[in-house]
């Protein structure tokens, strides 16, 4: 089998910290999240950082409006509940952009590695000033 170009693995590691930016953006203070989808609370353990248009659509895989942390029901087992999903779209951020969204499936998006690296690089230090802001590492720890 061979092995994954640089890119591909520079994908897999914005997937990682994109999905954990998401899933800590929308954790509220008692650790818990309401799913987009199903509209009911779960511990932040549960949560899926879960796409509104499908992640093999590039041109919406890391938008911060396309992806909402998700129940794992939702997610993984009701094909996204994406009815549901919408609806909740429409509450958040209004049905514009729920619009924008999905006329922007389409639209070619092609990364460079150096497009990886800086969202990568931007995605790491909002997860630490996010785990900073909910108190879940101390100042000494986010080094």
């Known amino acids: 089998m061979p092995c994954k170009s640089t890119k591909s693995k520079l994908k897999d590691t914005l997937d990682k910290v994109f999905s954990e930016y998401i899933r800590l953006r929308d954790v509220r203070e008692d650790g818990t999240f309401i799913c987009i989808s199903c509209n009911n609370g779960f511990p932040y353990e549960v949560s899926d950082c879960g796409h509104y248009i499908s992640r093999e659509h590039m041109s919406t895989r890391f938008s911060e409006e396309n992806c909402n942390a998700q129940c794992i029901t939702c997610n993984r087992h009701n094909s996204g509940n994406i009815e549901g999903y919408r609806r909740g779209l429409i509450r958040k951020y209004?049905?514009?952009?729920?619009?924008?969204?999905?006329?922007?499936?389409?639209?070619?998006?092609?990364?460079?590695?150096?497009d990886y690296r800086e969202k990568i690089s931007h995605y790491r230090q909002e997860v630490r000033r996010l785990k900073l802001e909910k108190g879940w590492i101390n100042i000494k720890d986010s080094k």
Request: glycine share 4%; aromatic share 4%; no cysteine.
């Open 94 to 114: 209004g049905e514009s952009t729920v619009l924008s969204l999905e006329s922007a499936k389409y639209q070619i998006n092609k990364m460079s590695e150096a």
